[in-house]
């Protein structure tokens, strides 16, 4: 008899269980070790000049993070359980205790990066010559990169402390004012229903027309409502943006992501500039789309619209089997590592009550399991996100071997890639198990997917670009001045093909990326290095011992770094438009195939 798969999360290697006896020792052992370590490194400071005492000294921070971090085993058992069962009032006490204590214990231990990257710049090239810091040299080099702009301790300090109410209060209040409104909206099936925000949105793809309209009509109507105090929020935090930026003396708004990121701001702008001059790709793309669902043009709302229906269903059980078949053409110790997920108890497998919706793979600490909830209904797409997140845990797993704790982390640069490789094996294998018509709306669904990740979020950056250089230029923006240049940004890559309607000038309100600063270029480069990468694969399959090294290599090094090592440059415009031609060959068998079925002329 075949072996039942797990389903739920065995989280006894992070704690025991909610009521163990050990919670008190176990928070009591995590403040005793970073106690442990301020109380030696604190008020010295000849471990900022002499690379014996440096490397003592980041051994035993890398020590802390390793076993225990801010939060240890036992944060990440109740972070997890946490979102098992988000209405356990028990569960989500321990949650904020611990999440108390993770804020204090980082607010103690900050001192150590910060003194190290305000390092005198001689002393910094004294100290990374030496071999006996070569474990720790990357970990170094970016603290010092992001210490030319760092203020003194006291002057941090002051700014951690206003930006509170100069900043996240607002993006809160407007996140709530948009949260806590409902609409009465024409619901599937025709039927008038009282609908919040969120569910108003889900309306957009539905197959009827009526009930498209309606609920864009609702959510035009909520974000009318509370444009005015969303226009004085995004000045306020662009003029947070800016005075920050001079204080720091930094040149362009976006380098601190940059170098938060660990990406060379030369390889973002190759990236932007090759993506934005494709722009013609998905405006053929929204070209196809109209033509196929038979309507003029698509309206704004409209454009995520879903072309056909895809009704062929997996259980986990074949969606495991799917992804351990792709997975075995692919890489032996990928597979393993696969393997492992789904025996040990690491995927916490279907929707229940009280559980999180959606899907996240958690790496926690290098010592622990990683762990994936996914939320699986036997649709198509659920096999493509336990590709996806199965994608991030190889990653967490191939680093573990590797390296120590401080390299232990995915630049946001990259922390796609290993997901979206993955991810594309899959879908690339669904597509042979599915008809023709069923195999255009694959095939529609993953070009859809990938104009928001790469084309939009590209269009997003340069909306971002705009925002704050006018601002910088102009000083306070109208309502009338934002709505310009967002329409302006999103035209550029949707076309004609799709209307810049009455309503959608007020869409960058409810967009969170705007408030997060730059960030959504890594969706872009995270998706196109997969690309570029998987395409390598596909001609040489014993490529993929590159793309291993790639993914194992954590931030021991930058990606330009580690890829130059593979003989790619990531700066040149040549690897960007690489990935590109995936989409461009997924978008003309898309079209061939429409033609095909008849569905275009």
């Known amino acids: 008899m075949e072996k039942k798969l797990l389903t739920v999360w065995d989280l006894t290697p992070l704690f025991p269980s909610d009521d163990s006896p050990e919670w008190d020792k176990a928070r009591a052992e995590l403040e005793a070790a970073t106690n442990k370590f301020v109380a030696k490194w604190h008020d010295r400071s000849d471990y900022l000049t002499d690379a014996g005492v440096l490397r003592e000294a980041l051994d035993e921070f890398e020590a802390w993070a390793h076993n225990y971090g801010t939060s240890g085993g036992v944060g990440n058992y109740f972070g997890l359980r946490s979102t ?83 900043f996240s209060h607002w993006v809160k209040m407007i996140s709530s004012l948009l949260s806590k409104e409902e609409r009465e909206v024409v619901g599937r099936g025709g039927k008038k229903e009282v609908k919040n925000i969120s569910d108003i949105m889900g309306l957009f793809d539905d197959p009827s027309s009526v009930v ?138 279907y929707p229940r009550k009280g559980k999180m919706g959606g899907a996240f793979c958690s790496g926690g600490l290098l010592i622990y399991p990683s762990y994936i909830l996914l939320n699986h209904t036997d649709r198509i797409r659920d096999v493509l996100t336990l590709a996806h997140e199965v994608g991030h845990g190889i990653n967490n797993e191939l680093i573990k071997k590797k390296h120590h704790a401080l390299f232990y982390d995915t630049p946001t640069s990259t922390a796609e890639v290993a997901s979206t490789f993955v991810e594309d094996i899959a879908y690339h294998h669904l597509t042979k198990e599915v008809n023709d018509e069923e195999r255009l709306a694959l095939l529609m669904m993953r070009l859809d ?95 993929i011992e590159q793309v291993k ?18 003989g790619i440059n990531i700066a040149d415009p040549t690897f960007w438009q690489e990935g590109i031609k995936d989409f461009e060959a997924t978008l003309q068998e898309a079209e061939q195939l429409a033609k095909k079925l008849g569905k275009v002329v």
């Not at 205790?97 to 003194?115: H, K, S, V, W, Y």
């Open 212 to 349: 498209r309209d309606s609920a864009a009509a609702a959510f035009n109507d909520i974000l009318r409502k509370h444009v005015d105090p969303g226009v004085a929020e995004l000045n306020a935090v662009l003029a947070v943006r800016k005075i920050g930026d001079e204080l720091r003396h930094i040149p362009r708004p976006d380098l601190m992501r940059h170098l938060g990121d660990d990406i060379e701001s030369e390889v973002v702008d190759s990236l932007i500039d090759t993506v934005s001059k494709n722009f013609d790709l998905p405006q053929k793309y929204y070209q196809l789309k109209v033509k196929i669902l038979g309507l003029p043009k698509l309206k704004y709302h409209e454009r995520g619209l879903s072309y056909g229906s895809l009704t062929k269903t997996y259980t986990y059980d074949e969606a495991v089997e799917l992804v351990r078949k792709v997975l075995s053409g692919v890489d032996a110790e990928m597979l393993a590592i696969f393997e492992g997920f789904v025996a040990n108890g690491q995927i916490d497998v």
């Open 449 to 543: 997917d990938d104009v928001s990740t790469i084309f939009r979020q590209i269009a997003c950056y340069k909306l971002e670009q705009e925002l704050h250089s006018t601002f910088r230029q102009e000083g306070y923006l109208s309502k009338e001045k934002i709505s310009e240049i967002f329409l302006k940004n999103m035209k550029a890559y949707m076309g004609e093909a799709v209307e810049q309607s009455s309503g959608a000038e007020n869409w960058w309100l409810y967009w969170d990326h705007l408030r997060k600063f730059f960030y959504v270029y890594s969706y872009a480069s995270g998706t196109l290095i997969a690309k570029a990468l998987g395409r390598k694969v596909k001609t040489d399959p014993k490529f």
């Open 84 to 166: 098992q069962e988000e209405d356990n009032q028990k569960v989500r006490a321990k949650v904020e205790q611990m999440d108390d204590l993770a804020t204090r214990l980082a607010n103690e231990i900050q001192f150590f990066g910060l003194r190290l990257s305000k390092i005198p710049s001689a002393d910094q090239e004294r100290l990374l010559s030496s071999a006996d810091l070569d474990p720790y040299r990357h970990w170094l080099e970016r603290l010092f990169a992001e210490g030319k702009y760092t203020l003194s301790e006291a002057e941090e300090k002051i700014v951690n402390l206003y930006s509170a109410p100069a």
């Open 549 to 566: 090294e790639f993914l194992a290599a954590g931030t021991s090094a930058s990606p330009k770094e580690i890829f130059a090592k593979l």
